[in-house]
């Protein structure tokens, strides 16, 4: 999955949990199918122009925000999304090298 993929995928989760909707109601809403925006949201599928207007349209975002890499925490600072998920994946890697017994 690419950066903009994954950042597009987070971001359309991201708003879709704002407006507390299902991935059935976002799809409803963007005239697509439950099954597509779930492959969306997990980076499978990237999703054309106009799709992307009316998921965007549906979250009622413009659809570059769709695009933002950095997620607002509320108090002004902002985390850069990919170096914490790089941060997690080594953290679990190296928990799960550990409790099989490699170095």
């Known amino acids: 999955?690419?950066?903009?993929?994954?950042c597009l995928a987070l971001n359309?989760?991201?708003y879709r949990?704002?407006?507390n909707i299902t991935q059935e109601q976002l799809a409803e809403r963007?005239?697509?199918s439950t099954t597509y925006i779930g492959t969306i949201e997990i980076g499978q599928k990237f999703p054309s122009p106009q799709m992307i207007e009316r998921i965007a349209d549906a979250l009622n975002v413009d659809s570059?925000?769709?695009?933002q890499p950095s997620s607002n925490l509320g108090?002004?600072?902002?985390?850069d999304v990919?170096?914490?998920k790089k941060?997690?994946?080594e953290n679990i890697e190296k928990a799960v090298e550990m409790s099989i017994g490699r170095d």
Request: charge should be positive; avoid cysteine.
């Open 30 to 32: 963007a005239k697509s």
């Open 82 to 84: 990919y170096a914490l």
């Open 87 to 89: 941060t997690l994946m």
């Open 17 to 19: 949990r704002m407006l």
């Open 1 to 6: 999955m690419t950066k903009v993929q994954e």
């Open 75 to 79: 108090n002004g600072d902002k985390i």
């Open 12 to 14: 359309i989760k991201k």
């Open 64 to 67: 570059l925000k769709l695009f």
